[in-house]
């Protein structure tokens, strides 16, 4: 039912990826997200050996999606790493998933500078 999808500087990636190489560091600085994160990994272990993360990934779900998708990531981002939004579009392209995917060099996680950009963009896709 879902007919738009628009991702700002997203951890997108697999799972497996994103808990193995990437902790926010807000949630590094968060003894109730660390602690989370230790009891996710105390049930379903660790993600690179348990086909539950695999199962969970929403990259690995994308055949099902219907929704017209635009990604939108700052190259400069500091928070997210942009290479999970690379990942997406690289397998969005191997799944022949029609979408859009913007960079924007000097772009930091909050996308300020480029916000009419992107606004105007997301109007468009909104609009089709």
Do not use: C
């Amino acid at each position: 039912d879902i007919r738009h999808l628009i991702l700002l500087s997203g951890p997108v990636d697999s799972l497996a990826k994103m808990y193995a190489t990437y902790l926010p560091s807000a949630d590094a600085r968060d003894p109730y997200a660390l602690a989370t994160r230790n009891e996710v990994f105390s049930k379903y272990h660790t993600p690179d050996h348990d086909q539950f993360w695999t199962d969970a990934s929403p990259i690995n779900l994308l055949p099902k999606i219907r929704a017209q998708i635009e990604i939108n990531v700052g190259l400069a981002d500091n928070t997210v790493p942009p290479e999970f939004s690379a990942d997406l579009n690289a397998a969005l392209n191997q799944e022949h998933i029609d979408h859009q995917y913007f960079t924007y060099p000097d772009g930091s996680h909050s996308l300020v500078s480029q916000r009419d950009l992107i606004w105007s963009r997301s109007l468009q896709l909104l609009s089709s």
